[in-house]
């Protein structure tokens, strides 16, 4: 079973920025090129919903309608790493934020059930 290992997350004042990165546990597993890697987040009492996600091959990338514009994916295929740039915070955004395979998900990619492999999660919380 592939692990999936966030870091990244913190307080921080809102407005503010925090950059999350997800990568496999085992170094030696492979990313294939269908692959997308998205970011998911949850709070206490609503279910977990889509953030973002980026195709290893193609590159392209979708967001959530409440994050686009402040937030940006990228991936370092060297690195076999997942970013999430997060700017201009608000409280809002408090979560614990996932990151997760889909093995398939150029047309699945906001099916949760899709998705194969999942870390545990890092907490963000944005408040002054």
């Known amino acids: 079973q592939v692990q999936l290992v966030e870091s990244g997350g913190g307080l921080v004042l809102p407005g503010g920025s925090l950059t999350l990165s997800c990568a496999p546990r085992?170094?030696?597993?492979?990313?294939?090129?269908?692959?997308?890697i998205s970011w998911f987040r949850q709070t206490p009492g609503k279910e977990r919903e889509f953030v973002s996600g980026?195709?290893?091959?193609?590159?392209?990338?979708w967001y959530a309608e409440s994050v686009k514009d402040r937030f940006t994916i990228s991936r370092v295929a060297a690195e076999n790493t997942v970013y999430l740039q997060m700017d201009a915070l608000k409280p809002e955004d408090t979560a614990v934020y996932y990151c997760a395979i889909n093995p398939d998900g150029r047309l699945s990619w906001n099916d949760q059930s899709k998705y194969d492999y999942w870390g545990r999660g890092t907490q963000v919380t944005v408040s002054s």
């Open positions: 980026i195709h290893w091959r193609l590159n392209k990338k």
């Open positions: 085992d170094a030696t597993f492979v990313i294939y090129s269908s692959y997308v």
